[in-house]
């Protein structure tokens, strides 16, 4: 009997399938990878010399300080501080080699700020935006606003800035004198980068208890529960909503 024969009827049909989809494979990749792929990293080798021989259009940080760093450091100090001279100037290279002639665009329009500040559901809640068709849809943002440090029309109060939402909802509750670091572990980072350094929820039910707890001190109306026998297996908020513990 030939060897292929040994193997049993339904594995030799498998097979089938299996060599069609490795073969194609192996086309495909022959077909649609160039072959200088991988050579020097996840990208084409021959990637380096195509872009190497790109003009070069931007200036980089570094070449505006070094005429502007009055301006540059007046920008260090506000909420711009991240974004890039280039993004609202356009590429300065020609600029740095002849600042005489060469000046760098200077937007009157409200395309570049709206790309970040036109409303959007998804954004943070205290992120500053607006409605750009009823935000004096006349005037250039300049106008009002300085670029280089802007301020927002009132002063960002620390969490409402980012959490108004749930500032709103916890000020209708019972816990509404409550400070949010009383309960959030906040390190002094979050302030600053706020994703990098998040808050901590509360990993235990003492602070819950300090105020609930059947021995514990304070008004009168505050609802009392036994430490010890309810619901000792979860943490309070497992079963309560701290920012509004009256819902049910």
């Known amino acids: ?24 494979y ?9 072959a200088d792929f991988g050579l020097l990293g996840h990208y084409r080798a021959s990637s380096i010399k ?5 003009e070069i259009r931007y200036a980089g940080a570094e070449a505006c300080s070094e005429c502007h760093d009055r301006i540059v450091a007046t920008k260090r100090q ?12 356009g590429p300065t ?3 740095t080699q002849d600042p005489g002639n060469v000046k760098p665009a200077v937007t009157r329009t409200r395309t570049l700020c709206l790309l970040c ?18 935000h004096n849809p006349t005037k250039p943002c300049v106008s009002c606003h300085r670029p280089h440090d802007p301020k927002p029309p009132q002063p960002l109060r620390k969490c409402e800035a980012c959490h108004a939402k749930i500032q709103r909802v916890l000020a209708l509750s019972n816990h509404s004198d409550l400070a949010c670091t009383g309960c959030h572990e906040t390190p002094a980072l979050h302030y600053t980068q706020p994703r990098e350094f998040p808050p901590k929820r509360i990993q235990n039910r003492n602070v819950c208890l300090r105020c609930h707890d059947k021995t514990a001190s304070g008004p009168r109306e505050i609802p009392r529960i036994d430490g010890v026998t309810h619901g000792e297996k979860y943490l309070c908020w497992q079963c309560h909503y701290p920012h509004m513990p009256e819902a049910r």
């Open 78 to 89: 506000g909420y711009h501080r991240g974004v890039s001279c280039e993004a609202c100037h």
């Open 50 to 54: 195509t872009n190497m021989q790109k």
């Open 93 to 95: 290279i020609a600029h």
């Open 1 to 24: 009997m030939l060897p292929w024969r040994r193997i049993p009827e339904q594995v030799r049909h498998l097979l089938v399938p299996f060599v069609v989809i490795i073969v194609g």
């Open 117 to 134: 500040h036109e409303y959007l559901p998804t954004r943070p809640t205290g992120f500053p935006q607006v409605i750009s068709e009823s």
């Open 26 to 34: 192996l086309l495909a990749r022959w077909m649609l990878v160039p």
